[in-house]
């Protein structure tokens, strides 16, 4: 059932002015995709793996820009130049945030419960609110 209602969102999209369905369109696949037993191993990968690609995802663009410019001469401005520093910019960029989902986020949120307490939260959210502070006094007595 939110399956049909969620293909019919996205359906509308096309259609109509989408503005007010987005919100409801986005509910829909998230209700859609929360379906209750065993967890498979992809979407846990491919939802771990979004926020590290997020962060690091200008590493592949460098990396590309790097091998399609300087090691593979790719010619700037045509079609296959570019297509090629997209395709390796993007396979690049999962690699870079596969790497840092596997080797950082997973050991973070395995140790999670060691390594937090509630002083700890409470230290960090006040020395965040204090280098804010004095960012923000700083930057307004100086400029």
Do not use: K
Not at 26 to 48: D, K
Not at 71 to 80: D, K, R, S
């Amino acid at each position: 059932m939110m399956a049909a209602a969620t293909l019919t969102l996205l359906a509308a999209m096309f259609v109509i002015d989408t503005g007010p369905l987005r919100a409801l369109f986005a509910i829909g696949v998230v209700l859609s995709a929360a379906v209750p037993g065993n967890r498979h191993w992809l979407p846990v990968f491919v939802g771990g793996v979004s926020y590290p690609l997020y962060l690091n995802h200008w590493m592949g663009a460098y990396v590309a820009h790097g091998l399609t410019r300087h090691l593979l001469h790719a010619p700037e401005g045509t079609l296959a130049g570019t297509a090629l520093f997209v395709a390796l910019a993007y396979t690049s960029s999962l690699a870079f945030g596969a790497v840092a989902y596997w080797f950082i986020d997973r050991q973070v949120l395995a140790r999670r419960q060691r390594w937090f307490t509630r002083f700890r939260g409470l230290a960090c959210g006040a020395t965040a609110y204090s280098l804010v502070a004095i960012g923000v006094i700083g930057g307004t007595l100086s400029g």
